[in-house]
């Protein structure tokens, strides 16, 4: 099993919304990744979790809540989100965060915010 | 700060034919790993190929191939007898030793004609 699973796929939401993008892997990866991804536009980094512990915050706006409950779940908690963060929300993982690991990427959820 | 360019916003190949993907990139890391990811219309990413830096020898995965330069910071990719299936956005990327960050170029928009 090499995938990555995101759910859903698409999201519609309001300011006041508050959702959760879910994704789910079971290649045994300690690593997993939050990047956001505009139209016509390379992936941006969000956040990198290495084995369960948030290792890396790109900056990002407490609007957004990463939570990693297990080594094969990852969340992403929306609440407050503003019309500019509607994206492309990818998901990958790793067998761990160093720089030579090969990145397994989801399909993605694209988010609209009204 | 690292930086990855990809000067060909959009590229076109007949099927069956070899394309070359350009990609430079700056950095004062020694070392470092470079990778092409392909995104298509599902808009999952996906690895294509992964490079070493300390590797002399070209990497290559089947039809894909690459030109790694390092003194010249040049990393082109090679697809041969191009398939339909080819057709996707190509990110060359990198990811060094300072905060083992991917970081992504804008992009070439790969078409293949029948």
């Known amino acids: 099993d090499t995938e990555v699973t995101q759910t859903p796929k698409h999201l519609v939401m309001g300011m006041t919304n508050k959702k959760s993008l879910k994704c789910e892997q079971h290649?045994?990866?300690?690593?997993m990744y939050w990047y956001k991804q505009k139209a016509k536009k390379p992936p941006e980094l969000m956040f990198v979790?290495?084995?369960?512990?948030?290792?890396i915050n790109e900056s990002v706006p407490s609007r957004f809540s990463p939570e990693c409950p297990n080594s094969s779940l990852l969340n992403l908690h929306l609440h407050a989100l503003q019309p500019e963060d509607s994206a492309l929300y990818l998901c990958?993982?790793?067998?761990?965060?160093?720089?030579?690991?090969?990145?397994?990427f989801g399909s993605g959820t694209q988010l609209s915010v009204l | 700060a690292q930086t990855v360019t990809q000067s060909q916003p959009e590229m076109s190949v007949q099927e069956a034919e070899t394309v070359t993907l350009s990609c430079t990139y700056d950095t004062s890391e020694s070392d470092y790993y470079l990778f092409w990811y392909k995104q298509p219309p599902s808009r999952q990413m996906i690895l294509v190929i992964r490079q070493e830096a300390y590797k002399q020898q070209n990497a290559t995965e089947n039809r894909f191939s690459v030109n790694f330069q390092k003194a010249a910071k040049s990393f082109s990719l090679k697809i041969s007898d191009s398939q339909l299936g080819d057709a996707a956005m190509y990110f060359c990327?990198?990811?060094?030793?300072?905060?083992?960050?991917?970081?992504f170029g804008k992009g070439t928009l790969l078409t293949v004609n029948p």
């Open positions: 990958a993982s790793s067998q761990a965060a160093g720089m030579g690991e090969k990145l397994f």
């Open positions: 979790y290495s084995y369960e512990k948030l290792s």
């Open positions: 990327a990198y990811r060094g030793g300072s905060n083992y960050k991917l970081t």
């Open positions: 290649m045994g990866h300690r690593a």
